[in-house]
């Protein structure tokens, strides 16, 4: 915990003396600068920056109103032994957050780090729900449009829901965002919400991460670790990249899902954890049924399916996503961008979904000239045109094309153009690395 740098105001020399021997004898994390009198405390408030006030009601040259009169932002808590209901509504309306009774005993003086633990507490909380309202509003300008009007129906049930959820869709369709709105929509607020990438990490540590370990179980444990079911006691667990996860341990997130129990490496004994898990995958598990992934732990974690569409199914989404992905790059402020320039957004497939489209909106940010921003002049004319509904089948007796066949071919090609350097063609095809490299093993390519 950081020291809390208090200005404690108070013209009884016998109480300041006996507060700081208090604060000294309890090593309490205060840094604490004493003012007598009201143009001590506003000399000391000029000179420095302070987190708490603890400040008398009554001093020679006035009273702790002139303190809140100031309006310097600054949690305050009023001490009085002249106390009565009517100060205190007053205090409180002017902005002080806690109000202490003197006694004769001095014994209100212990009684300040519990008022001062009361206001950081608050504090907390206020970050946090200045956290949620951030989140909700940015989560309204990304999926507000009217083409993922069904999948914000499904977050609103998910919401107040329990059961686990399965959330579906293409690289950068925003997957992770749509996870964390329906944390933060539960009617439970302040709750942890942690997500891991089951992709991300090496298979040996997998189980470690996820269950935590004891000191001793294996070499290089020298201390014992939550795992984070542990650490999400209580809220949410996001397990992005499901498909990824080692069949051995499916089987033990199986029995954590139906025990809620959870043991840790090297431990013989469970822990119970209340945990809501979302899982996130940008593949087909159905394709991987009894091949990669077991059938019970699909049908036990896809009990609220979401399915979010692409960005190109949904192109009238594209001028407010525009207007809001620039105000956030360009530091809040608007960024124009004409109808025309939209109107070639729009006519873009975007296979990278709206992570693409933040990543062109950022570079022409950074390389635009004059006043008009274009950020299609970044997106080949080919690629618009190519970005085009097209007809594969020129007449009606021509033969179909399997799509799995077209992504094995374009994958082949864009491999082929970029020299085989995987991360290169993962992010020209807008994937992640470890999408592109299951799909290589997938259709057999080198």
Same mark, same amino acid.
């Given at each position: 915990?950081? @020291? ?28 604490? $600068? ?15 920056? !302070? ?5 008398? !009601? ?6 702790? !109103? ?23 509504? /007053? ?33 907390? $909380? ?6 949620? #309202? ?15 009007? @069904? ?21 950068? $369709? ?15 607020? #302040? ?71 959870? /043991? ?7 822990? !119970? ?26 049908? /036990? ?8 569409? %692409? ?19 360009? @530091? ?18 975007? %296979? ?44 009606? @007796?021509? %033969? ?8 094995? #071919? ?10 085989? #350097?995987? $991360? ?23």
């Amino acid at each position: 915990m950081k @020291n809390i740098k208090l200005l404690f105001i108070e013209d009884d020399k016998v109480d300041q003396i006996s507060f700081l021997r208090f604060v000294k004898e309890e090593q309490l994390p205060y840094l604490c $600068t004493v003012a007598s009198s009201i143009s001590e405390a506003k000399a000391a408030l000029k000179s420095d920056i !302070f987190d708490i006030i603890v400040s008398d !009601f009554m001093l020679g040259d006035g009273n702790a !109103f002139d303190v809140l009169d100031l309006k310097l932002e600054i949690k305050t808590i009023i001490t009085t032994g002249a106390g009565n209901e009517e100060i205190a509504v /007053r205090a409180m309306k002017a902005g002080a957050q806690d109000y202490l009774i003197k006694d004769i005993d001095r014994n209100y003086l212990k009684l300040i780090p519990l008022a001062i633990d009361r206001v950081i507490s608050q504090e907390k $909380t206020e970050e946090q729900i200045s956290l949620i #309202n951030q989140k909700e509003s940015e989560e309204a300008a990304i999926f507000g449009g009217a083409g993922l009007e @069904n999948t914000l129906q499904m977050v609103e049930l998910a919401a107040v829901s329990d059961s686990p959820v399965f959330i579906t869709g293409e690289t950068g $369709t925003g997957k992770n965002l749509i996870a964390k709105a329906i944390h933060y929509k539960r009617p439970v607020k #302040n709750t942890p919400f942690i997500s891991i990438n089951c992709a991300a990490i090496p298979d040996n540590l997998v189980e470690g991460e996820l269950f935590g370990y004891e000191k001793g179980a294996f070499t290089g444990a020298v201390k014992a670790k939550k795992g984070i079911f542990e650490q999400a006691d209580g809220g949410t667990i996001q397990l992005d990249e499901l498909g990824e996860m080692p069949m051995h341990l499916q089987s033990k997130l199986l029995g954590i899902l139906d025990d809620k129990k959870v /043991r840790r490496l090297g431990s013989e004994s469970s822990r !119970f954890v209340d945990v809501r898990v979302i899982t996130t995958t940008s593949i087909d598990l159905e394709k991987a049924l009894g091949k990669t992934f077991r059938h019970d732990l699909y049908y /036990r974690l896809s009990v609220i399916r979401i399915s979010i569409p %692409p960005l190109r199914e949904r192109p009238g989404d594209i001028p407010d996503l525009c207007r809001y992905l620039l105000r956030k790059l360009n @530091n809040g402020h608007p960024m124009e961008i004409s109808d025309s320039e939209l109107g070639r957004l729009q006519k873009y497939a975007w %296979p990278g979904n709206v992570r693409e489209l933040k990543n062109i909106l950022e570079r022409s940010l950074i390389l635009h000239k004059g006043k008009e921003l274009k950020p299609s002049e970044l997106i080949t004319a080919g690629s618009l045109e190519r970005s085009q509904p097209a007809l594969i089948c020129d007449s009606p @007796n021509a %033969p179909f094309v399997l799509l799995v066949d077209v992504e094995k #071919n374009h994958i082949r090609q864009s491999l082929s153009r970029l020299s085989g #350097n995987i $991360t290169q063609t993962s992010r020209a095809l807008g994937i992640s690395v470890s999408t592109l490299k299951r799909k290589l093993k997938e259709y057999s390519l080198r």
